[in-house]
């Protein structure tokens, strides 16, 4: 049985994670079930997708899950890994990707947020990103994400404090492009979609193309980017790591001792 | 004929774009009367220049002159087209450019805006970003003078809904510097000028050019551009194209199939 | 005796620019003792750093101090000069480093502020880039601090104007990260600084580490920057750059003749 | 029926070029053989590629198939033209692609020989590039082939003159590999495939898409690059491009004007 | 006990790698030895560096030590492994680095060689590459050695064939600077040396610095980046990397079976 | 009075430096000269340029001339110093430049040479690199002219040595293209120019062009360029630097301390 549900008309899609009771957490499964989504709506040549969860949850997405997470001495974000896979077909999908939000958003859903063409939102929502909190080296291609979106000091904090961003700051500071009653969530982000729907799928295809290429174009040197690959090695070989992971899961907080 | 209307006083220029019963549509001719006011004010030794619409237009400027765009199989956005010559005018102009805007603004005259140095409007300005309504691949440099300026889901959303952003909006994203009230529009702009003018200009020429070097610094590989140069081929070589090209100058909707 | 004080209690290290008779400029003196204060919290593995004034300065700083930078015919912002060698000892902290503004912030200082990992600001804040005033060309480096945080068109004026930004327009624009009330502004900080202290610093370093390498990720040949130091050279063998320095010292508005 | 002859054993898989009465131009056809050979052997796991002309063939491949270069107006080397997808497909074959020459190879198949990871050959082979001889303006990527081989002395000659570098030379500057006997062409060939088969594929399929990913690794700004592209634009304009082809055509030398 | 000899007089020092009996491999001890070696040198102000194996010896240096190699699931040419951090200390040694080459030269120690700043060999030596022979996915640093010094042609044949390069070809492709006799080879490369130091070592520091940032400047992308990684790790994790590292200790020829 | 000799037949240029008893050092008089009749070559559309020295000479050209280097504390290879502005004259006319040379070619005339699009030379030919003897610290582009033609070891020691490159030599590792008889030289190098002059001019044009800009492709960060300029600036502020100009000044070897 599919963790998504899955509803069109004309040229517009829509992905409901449905798997609340797990939180919604981007389980290697559940991003098998959107990905599987995405290509049946390219095949049937819907131009826009929205992503939602369903009406009420109060929270969008939880996130990785954790327990899918490797243990010591593997990177935990490699990038043939599942939630990393799910980034890339959104941003490949050749037709914007709204993502409509209503509830909270942490970790890897938050990743999943930024890199979302359009982001919709109600007051209900809110985005923490938790890497910090789970002892995780975060990959770089996720740090560009918030960076394509946010002045630095303010995904510095975001990524320093993993504590949570509400609505309201979340419009001031560039993650969410329009925040709306949360009556009319489901209207508008429709009504946007319709909008679209009219203008040249064409060109709309090549231009997000365009803005995902200009957006990883931070050009590094090979040596660069092997030290910090050195540097994140030393953090998923750390005793820190193993022991967040494993505080997560018996739901207590980490003791970090910095090594 | 001149297009534009010409005055400045002391070290500030101000050009006005004078097209009105055209909506001040960047024609050939349009471009190339502000290239020359542009020359003779650096001639002039004039260090900042104010770049306005006639006082009362509802239109600042329509931007493109769809007329003048090329049918079918050629890139309607090369190096050497007539808009693209004047936004390096502007870049490489050595001293502030500043848009003073009352009304709207569309399309090519909305990446005149974004390439301008600072941006400063009153409530009657807006702005669309309009080639996915023409059908119109852009260029790549194009919409590095959107990311340069707006968190990418912005950007994103005005390239593909091609609707209109308000002043206010303008403001709270960073297209304008700053939204003043109608009648001050014209004496806070030249205060802004005047508090320029002195400072030192060739630190300001430098560091202006700095600006320009780094913000077009998104390196990226031939590989990575010719593809994207193949892609957009395939965009200005369709019926979609054609059909938008058409539907414009025909004053109707475009009928776009996808291909 | 040293021009900073120093406490610290657990993971957290303050340090106060403590040379207020001299607006706190970041002469060679007070920025050696700022690094040492760094380099001795580093050993003592203080993870989160607070930069701030003592308490009612009026000016957090004044930025560089005028009277070292040198005369005419040399770079005034060297890579092996004293801010420099500050800017990048902050970015080169294993930990957060933030600033607690209240006051005014000008020049250099503004530099540093920016280069802080997050900015937490009072009412009384506000922030200048003055070089245009004292005919400086600056450096690349030290723009690119600035388009990392602001959309560029912000970035321009307050380079072009070097008039004060207040708190008020600095949040909005995202130089700071959270405007708080006079009363509560070291609470405020401390409270931030104790939730980061909860969370994996190792995670945190080497993110940091990331940020730090992909905000300087703009990729440039050996040909451009060449060419853009040429041309700085051309404004620090200017007439106009030795008149600016000397006006400052004699408190008089500088006689720019452009040459 | 197939332009190419296929042949495998074991790990080695040899693919002739086999329209010798046209010189193995490589048409749209011949490419597509080609390339529907390489599909096939990679399903069946085939590590290396021998890529060759019938046994006593003068001429390995004269390139480009002139008559279907598009006539004025249109980039002549599109990213998605034939010759073009028939490089990358090399590029990306996940083992090792050697050409072996016996004869004659010019332009197009010049930039096909640069791509192979191997060239090995005979005395009697000999490569000309000639663009320049057919008034074409040649793609970035192409020109980098020969970049990553050749002095860029001599890159520039072959360009420039068009003219044959006999076999000798082309070991002495880097053009092939080795220079064997005729008669043992084949078998010194099908050693080295033989050696090559008993190392790691998967080692050699990353290391090989390293070298690719490197090789490319020249990152230009999209501002140089469609200042480049608006230079090719008017050339493929131009009378000249017009008349070269003409000439080819009606085999008699162009006369170029220089517009 | 030291495996390293070292002598030296005025401004040129001799390390002499002295494990012969282990093949001079570059074990972690044998590593940390010549870092020190450099360390002491650089301390006492010695500007020139030659590395040689003891008088006699067939073989230079054998390269890695495989005993020392990560089993599976662990990349085995990380940012801080020893033999990384050895040509990290080559490169950054502030004056030139001499091999003086008598003997074979294989693996790791094939990428010291071309690390090294010049190489001087007699006709005794011989190089080779050996990554795809033990299965070893190599670093994309490694490569950029080969890139810098080989037309790509060469540098690939060198690391898909495993196979033996002798003194003279090594000579021609650009791996060696002069090959000279048996006899003459210290003699040689300690003119070489004094040559040198009567040159400006201020300058030469200065130009080996540029010449080692430029030469690793290859920009990619983060999200190449992590590809690439992602491909490696395929790599390390498979049955091939554990066979041949197995076959490698119990010295017979690995079963690679692709997977 | 020109200190070169101009002559021209149909497409060809002969640039003569004609200062032998100065060596035809590149003194700012001389590069005028050059550059005026490149200007003018350029205006009569002139396609093809040979620079040689008058027949005969021993010294094709001496480089610099130290007389015009500056003193202590200013950076000796700026953009807009004399030689610079040469070696862009010539990468930038639009169609190939050929130097022939007969005789000793050495520093800043060195780097022209590698400027040249292709170098024809007889047995007299020799080059030496000697910015280390001057106690210069080199600019990183004219580092790259050196890396696009020769394995890095190679440029390595021709940097450090400043020892002479004999012809066949220089043949060998890349530096000319063609090393001829003595009596054959020029008909040699004019032979090539008709040969070129039969070719696309508008084809070549772009094709200079795009190895140009590829060729300067090696992208660094704005900090890493000012750190080398960093580095430099030591170099030129060093004894050292001053003793070397003087020694040279004073026909004596410099004594270099290393500080
Ligand atoms: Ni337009
Ligand atoms: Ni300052
Ligand atoms: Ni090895």
């Known amino acids: 049985m599919s963790l998504v549900k899955v509803e069109f008309s004309e040229k517009v899609g829509i992905i409901t994670l449905n798997n609340t009771q797990k939180l919604n957490a981007l389980s290697a499964q559940l991003v098998d079930d959107i990905i599987e989504a995405l290509d049946n709506f390219q ?10 969860a369903p009406e009420g949850s109060k929270v969008w997405s ?20 599942s939630l990393e896979v799910l980034l890339r077909a959104v941003e490949e999908y050749p037709g914007p ?30 985005f ?18 918030f960076m394509n979106r946010l002045p630095i000091n303010i995904a510095k904090e975001m990524f320093f404090t993993a504590e949570l961003v509400p609505a309201e700051r979340a419009l001031n500071v560039g993650i969410i492009n329009h925040l709306v009653a949360e009556e009319e969530l489901l209207s ?16 709309i295809a ?9 957006s990883k174009a931070y050009a590094i040197t090979p040596s660069a980017f092997e030290r910090v690959q050195g540097m994140r090695r030393k953090v998923y070989d750390s005793h820190d790591y193993e022991e967040a992971i494993t505080a997560f899961l018996e739901k207590r907080p980490a003791n970090f001792k910095g090594e």
């Open 188 to 203: 508008f982000t429709l009504n946007l979609a319709a909008t679209i729907s009219t203008r040249s799928m064409l060109s």
């Open 62 to 81: 939880a996130g990785h899950d954790v327990k899918e997470l490797p243990s010591k001495m593997r990177d935990p974000l490699s990038y043939y890994d």
């Open 206 to 214: 090549v231009i997000k193309e365009q803005f995902r290429v200009l």
């Open 43 to 52: 095949k049937q040549k819907i131009h826009i997708i929205i992503l939602r």
């Open 128 to 145: 923490a990103m938790t890497p910090a909190k789970l002892g995780v080296p975060y990959n770089s291609t996720g740090i560009l994400h």
């Open 97 to 126: 990707v709204i993502a409509m939000v209503h509830g909270s958003v942490w970790g890897g859903a938050c990743d999943l947020i930024m890199t979302c063409d359009m982001v919709i939102a109600d007051k209900t929502a809110n």
